[in-house]
Structure formats: C-alpha cells, structure tokens
C-alpha cells in the first residue's frame, strides 16, 4: 500500500508541475545577441474578438487578461474568418549596441495590422500596417509586413496587436534583429528573382515556340505560367511592392483572379496536351465542367467580397488538381506517350498546391514549407511540363516525317497505278474491243499527224482500205458469232504483214479495215496490199454464200501522195475509197490503186518499192 501511495504522489507531482509550466506566463521576451531571430511559438498569447469591436483599452485591462490562451505553436491559422485577432505579448532589450528589433508578418496578404506599443513610463504608439495601405504608407518597404520594436536600454515593453482581414487569417509573427533581417531577406529575395526568372523565360520561350509553330498548347502554357507569375508574386507581396504600389485594392482583387486564369489555363492545357477526347472523353467534359467553374470564380473575384471568391477559388483550386493528376494517370495508363513527363509534373505541383489551398483554407498549419510548396512544386513542374512540350513535338515530328514519308510511298504507288490505268483507258478508248486493232478514233488522230508531218518532211503517205467481200452473205449465213471471228482473223493477218513500228491497222468500220504507211510511195503501198489480199486467200477461209468465190476474200483500195497545206487527209481516204469501189465494181478479190495527185516513182524508204 505504501509504494502505491509514493507512486500516485509522484505522478500528481509530475502532473502539477505539467500543469504549472502550461499554465504560466511565457510571454516575456527577452531580446539578446544570441538571439538574431525569435520565433514566438509558446511567447505570446492571442484572443479571438469575434464582434470586431473590441479597443485597445478593452483587451489591454487587467480583467481581460485571463480571457487571452498561450500560442504553442510559431503560426496561427483561423482560415477565413470575419473575426479580430488580438495578440499580446511583453519583450525586453538586453543586447545593448542593438536598439531596434523587427517583427514580421510573413503573409503580406493581412489587410490590417495595428501594432500598439505600451512602455513602462505609460507612453503609447501605433504602427498600422497590411495590404489596404499603399506600399510608401509602410514603416519599411518590404514585401511583407514589417514593424519596428524600439526600446531604450532594457525596459519592458507591452504589445498589443489586432490583426483583420478578409484573406485567410494566417499569423505567423518573428522577431529578427535589423542586420540579420535583411542579410537573410536579401538571400530570398535572390530566390524568389530566380524563381520569377525561370517562369518568365518560360513564358518567352513557348511564347516563341508558339508563333514558330503555331501551335495553341504553347500559347495555352504560357497563358497558364502567366498567371501563374502573377499569383505567386500576389501571394508573396512582390505584386503590391512592384506592380501596384499605390493601388492596394488590385491585391484583393488579383490573387483571386490569377488564380482563377490559372486554373482555366491548366484545364485548357491538359486537354490539348494530353488529347483527353481520344484518350479520356467523360474526363474530357469533366475538364469543360471546371473551366466553367474557373469561369465563376473570375467574375466572383470582380463582383463579391474577396473572401467569398478565394474560399471558392481555393476549392475549385484544390479539385482541378485532383481532376488533373487523375487525367494524367489514367491517359498514361492508356498508353498515351506523353503523360508520363505530364502527372510527375502534376504530382509535384499538385501536392504543393494543394498544401496551399489546404493551410489557406484553414485544415493545416501555415508555416514557411506550405507557404513555399507551391512556388518550389511550380517551378519544377513547369521545367517538367517545358521537358514534355519539346518531348511531344520531337514525337509528333518524327512521326510526321514517318508519315510523309509513308505518303510518299503510297503517292508513288498511287501515280505509277494511275499512269498505269490512264494508259489502260488511252489504250481502250484508242483499240478496238473486237479486232484489237486501232480504232476510227485512233485512226483519224494518227492520219492528221502523219499528214502534218509529211507536209513538214516532203514526203509520201500511203492509205489502204480492206473490205471483206460479200461480209454481210457470211454474218447471215453463219451467224454473228461467226462473222465475228471471220474478222478477227482477218485484222490478226493485216497485222502480220506490218514491218515498221509507224505503220498502223486500224478497224475502219464494220467490215472495212484501214492501213496507214508513213513515207511510203504508191508502188509501195499496192506491193503491201497485194501481200495482204494473199495472205487472207490463202487462209481458205470457207464461204458458202459467196457466189463468187466459196472463200473468203477482200478488196483493196489504195491511194499515195506528198501531202501539201492546200490538202487535207479526208482526200486521201476518198481516193482510196474510190479506189475500193472500184475493186469491188472489177470483181472482188483484188488491189486497185487510185490516181494520185502527186505520184513518186519510188519509195524513198526502199521497204515497199515496186
């Protein structure tokens, strides 16, 4: 029993003196040289004015002391809220050479911040700060919000600060000593140069992609790192120190606004960079839905309160970059080459973005790491997305020159096919379908260019005209089909006796069969016609309804002469024409010449002389 005794005076022991230490007022803040910077976690205690209306005399009574809790933590974070943040604490100077400390408020977007000194002679000062205020109306010009703490030798000093806003209520106060203040400010300031940097050289790097290539994914990206810029420099207070420094109400107005052009700009870029229609179509129109939201909240942040718009644009923030992250997993699990580049990207800034969204609507702490996240998760993500651009164009290009080179080919094929068949169809429309020989239409092309030739050369063309002797008995008697090959026989002998590639056989019409013969005389042509006429006799060829024969024969007709320009070629086929009449009047089965106008002696070519 004794020991259980000593055990339980123990544990309340340790327990009071828990309690006494949580319990005790830490707000003394004691300035040294060991101390360069001073974070006040656990050194100041804060109230929560829900009314708004409570003074300095209020808070500061002794009666009201009580009513203030201890801070635990470096940073406070009420979200959104539409209450006063009073805080209070006491500090000391013991660093002699070292007269003015710096109080700092790392989130420049607090609208007001009214800083009240009380010193031990009774004395009162008021510093006002924040975002409303034009940047020369600050105590110092920085970025974020700066104050002053002044003490003569090592007096006690009282503070008393109210803080309102209708941004995320995110309070993270530091003392710093001056010098070490600004050596560390003017180092992050260098990043922060560097980080604005690369997103500007972004900018002006697809900006001229974009009007070389003219392709819209590379205006939408710099449309989204655009605003992207200019929301970081927003949240960062860059944006009031430089851009409107005697416009304060732009930042109330912007920072939901860039955030709003940035989420239109991301959701447009996804879609065309990772051709969601092809590959995730209900994604594709879940994209549409959010640009729409992203719609909303640009005309939300020009119209209503600035805490209405950027709890909504932070929400809307938050699931366009959920929605994103799973359109990129889901497109590169579906085999699209160029999302894999895109949700590590995402993945980066999507985690940044939403430890911003998440600490500036109040559900995790606010310290420097959420503050920064996004800013560090951006800059990668856009050296990533800037790696996957020029990764998707060296696709896409090599992929067209695989397919015009494809194209190519198949063009090739396509003309030598067409070339083929034209010269099919020159061939059809100029033959004969029954005989194969050159057809009436051939046949007139050919005599007008020989004839315009031998005008030029001077020298004599030859005509012959065939006719099957009494065809039309045959065709009756035999029947179609037979008179058909009757005449196929005939045209395939005809053939035959050609000896130069310019001689052409022609079918003249139904039974009449025509056969011209360049730079050939009179003498000439009658020697061919004779070959002919010959050859077909001696084909036997049975004729029973010949009445004069009992084979089959044919006439000829045949005329020669030097054409001139007084002269056209119907006067030669009517000379041979006449020429067959004449044939066929004398007794069939025979080879008639025609008068010639002009009339050689000899064949110039040697081939057909007489």
């Not at 080919?409 to 020989?437: F, G, I, P, W, Y």
């Not at 004069?548 to 119907?570: C, D, H, N, R, Y």
């Amino acid at each position: 029993m004794g020991i259980r005794r000593i055990i339980f005076f123990v544990l309340l022991f340790v327990v009071l003196q828990v309690s006494a230490q949580e319990n005790a007022d830490n707000s003394l803040i004691e300035l040294s040289l060991a101390e360069r910077s001073l974070s006040l976690a656990g050194r100041f205690h804060f109230f929560e004015d829900e009314t708004g209306l409570l003074t300095l005399d209020d808070v500061s009574s002794p009666v009201f002391a009580e009513r203030f809790q201890l801070a635990r933590t470096a940073n406070l974070n009420f979200g959104f809220t539409d209450s006063a943040i009073w805080l209070m604490f006491q500090a000391s100077n013991s660093a002699p050479h070292i007269s003015d400390w710096l109080l700092e408020f790392a989130y420049p977007l607090l609208d007001r911040i009214e800083v009240h000194t009380l010193t031990p002679d009774g004395q009162q000062q008021m510093l006002i700060l924040g975002d409303t205020l034009p940047f020369s109306a600050r105590p110092l010009p920085h970025r974020t919000l700066l104050a002053p703490l002044s003490f003569k030798g090592e007096q006690v000093n009282r503070y008393f600060i109210r803080i309102s806003t209708e941004s995320s209520m995110q309070i993270r106060p530091t003392i710093y000593s001056g010098i070490y203040f600004f050596q560390q400010s003017n180092l992050s300031e260098f990043i922060y140069g560097a980080f604005y940097g690369v997103l500007l050289l972004m900018v002006l790097y697809n900006a001229f992609l974009y009007f070389a290539m003219r392709d819209t994914t590379y205006l939408v990206y710099v449309f989204a790192v655009f605003s992207a810029t200019l929301f970081f420099m927003v949240l960062h207070g860059h944006a009031h120190q430089y851009l409107w420094p005697d416009e304060p109400a732009w930042a109330n107005t912007f920072s939901p606004l860039s955030s709003s052009l940035w989420l239109i700009g991301t959701a447009i870029f996804t879609k065309l960079f990772l051709e969601t229609r092809r590959y995730v179509p209900r994604l594709s129109r879940m994209l549409d839905g959010l640009i729409v939201i992203g719609g909303i909240a640009i005309l939300l942040a020009l119209t209503a309160r600035y805490s209405v718009a950027m709890q909504f644009t932070s929400a809307a923030a938050l699931i366009n970059g959920l929605a994103i992250l799973v359109t990129g997993l889901i497109c590169w699990l579906r085999g699209n080459k160029y999302a894999r580049l895109f949700t590590i990207a995402w993945v980066v800034y999507g985690t940044g973005m939403a430890l911003l969204a998440l600490s500036r609507l109040g559900y995790i702490p606010d310290n420097f790491f959420t503050l920064n996240a996004a800013a560090f998760g951006l800059a990668f993500e856009i050296i990533l997305l800037s790696m996957a651009l020029s990764d998707k164009y060296r696709v896409l290009t090599e992929q067209l020159e695989v397919h015009a080179r494809e194209l190519e080919q198949r063009v090739a094929a396509r003309t030598a096919e067409l070339e083929l068949a034209n010269k099919t169809l020159r061939q059809l429309s100029n033959r004969d379908q029954l005989t194969h020989l050159a057809n009436r239409r051939r046949f007139d092309d050919y005599l007008a260019q020989e004839w315009q030739r031998h005008i030029r050369n001077s020298q004599p063309l030859a005509l012959l005209l065939f006719d099957v002797d009494y065809f039309k008995p045959y065709n009756d008697y035999y029947g179609h089909q037979a008179g058909d090959s009757c005449l196929r026989v005939i045209a395939a002998t005809i053939s035959r006796t050609l000896q130069r590639p310019a001689d052409l056989a022609a079918r003249y019409g139904g039974e009449e069969f025509a056969l011209i013969l360049p730079e050939t005389s009179l003498g000439g042509a009658v020697s061919v016609a004779e070959r002919v006429r010959a050859e077909i006799q001696a084909l036997d060829i049975v004729h029973a309804a010949s009445s004069a024969f009992k084979i089959v024969t044919i006439s000829v007709g045949v005329a020669a002469w030097v054409p001139s320009v007084e002269q056209l070629p119907a006067l030669l086929i009517k000379s041979a024409d006449e020429a067959l009449y004449k044939a066929k009047r004398s007794g069939r089965n025979r080879v008639v010449p025609a008068t010639p106008l002009d009339d050689p002696t000899k064949d110039p070519t040697g081939r057909y002389a007489v």
